[in-house]
């Protein structure tokens, strides 16, 4: 299966300052790119939806100043969390979706487990 | 609204005590439905992708199939290293962005 890379697997900062989490599609384009975020013991909660080029789209209740998202490649995403704080705390999935015989299948990152003090 | 549940939330097996883990889904303009297996602290690995009712895909121990309501993650003679959290997504138009249910914890004792 197609290859998704996320850098760093774990940060820990401190209160009021931003992190930034890079995911890369490794062996294949992908036009479209998703941020989730994952509590414990819950299931993922879709961030935004990013698309190469243009800006992306953000669920309801999902700050967009604080959340920054940027798909400059059809490799390469980022996510910069501004700010960050306690609550912010959580484990980031990025998710790459790949073309394979003309369907499209979503492939996951590592996933970051960021910790703010 | 898409909805998709999954059952049990979680399942304790004896090695080679084969099971079914089951997901329902209410979606509009169904895509595909997805299966995932999560490992503690990490991302999502992809198992399957069903599209249509009446199929199935197989790898290794496990078996997907799909109706129109339910999709069945059977798994035959499980063992210790299939321990993990199973997780099932539909893709419904028009949005095109997956759907994730809660997950079932799969653990397969020696």
């Known amino acids: 299966g197609a290859v998704v890379s996320q850098h760093p697997s774990r940060v820990i900062c401190k209160s009021g300052t931003s992190v930034k989490i890079e995911c890369r599609s490794l062996d294949f384009q992908a036009t479209t790119m998703f941020w989730y975020r994952q509590f414990p013991k819950q299931s993922l909660m879709l961030m935004a939806t990013s698309n190469e080029g243009s800006k992306a789209t953000y669920e309801q209740g999902v700050e967009k100043d604080k959340f920054l998202i940027n798909h400059a490649s059809l490799t390469l995403s980022t996510l910069t969390v501004t700010s960050a704080h306690p609550e912010d705390s959580s484990f980031y999935i990025c998710?790459?979706?790949?073309?394979?015989?003309?369907?499209?299948?979503?492939?996951f990152g590592p996933g970051t487990r960021l910790l703010v003090l | 609204e898409d909805q998709v549940t999954q059952s049990p939330e979680a399942l304790r097996l004896q090695e080679g005590e084969s099971s079914s883990l089951n997901c329902s889904y209410t979606?509009?303009?169904?895509?595909?439905l997805f299966w995932y297996r999560q490992d503690p602290g990490k991302g999502p690995e992809f198992l399957f992708t069903?599209?249509?009712a009446g199929e199935e895909k197989e790898k290794e121990r496990l078996k997907a199939t799909l109706t129109k309501k339910e999709s069945f993650l059977h798994i035959t003679a499980p063992k210790p290293e299939d321990s993990a959290t199973y997780l099932c997504?539909?893709?419904?138009?028009?949005?095109?962005?997956?759907?994730f249910g809660k997950g079932t914890k799969l653990t397969v004792n020696p």
């Open positions: 069903l599209y249509s």
């Open positions: 997504a539909v893709q419904a138009a028009p949005r095109a962005i997956l759907v």
């Open positions: 979606v509009s303009g169904l895509r595909g």
């Open positions: 998710s790459a979706r790949s073309p394979a015989g003309g369907r499209e299948t979503q492939y």
